[in-house]
């Protein structure tokens, strides 16, 4: 892909066919995949990072888990809830 355009418009159609978001690699140097680590050289590019591509929901947060590992001490999962006029 050469633009901007040509990347938005594929992220558009994989959304639409289902997909999370493609995997984004840099040129700028040699980069390689690593399972469950974050870095710069490979991002996932989602539909929030884009205008009019995102979810809008007004949720309540109902209830929360206690992390565990690394993220003890803090709160790591929620339940969220939406309203429903119907039911």
């Given at each position: ?6 990347l ?9 066919d289902g ?14 995949y690593?399972v ?8 996932k590019?989602?539909?929030?990072y884009?205008d009019?591509?995102?979810?809008s ?11 565990t590992g ?14 429903n006029?119907?039911?």
């Amino acid at each position: 892909m050469n633009n901007f355009d040509e990347l938005a418009a594929w992220l558009t159609k994989s959304v639409k066919d289902g997909c999370e978001g493609p995997m984004v690699k840099t040129l700028v140097h040699e980069s390689s995949y690593e399972v469950n680590k974050r870095s710069l050289n490979w991002v996932k590019l989602k539909k929030d990072y884009l205008d009019d591509l995102g979810d809008s929901m007004d949720l309540v947060v109902l209830g929360a888990d206690m992390g565990t590992g690394k993220r003890t001490g803090w709160y790591s999962s929620f339940l969220l809830g939406c309203f429903n006029q119907e039911t």
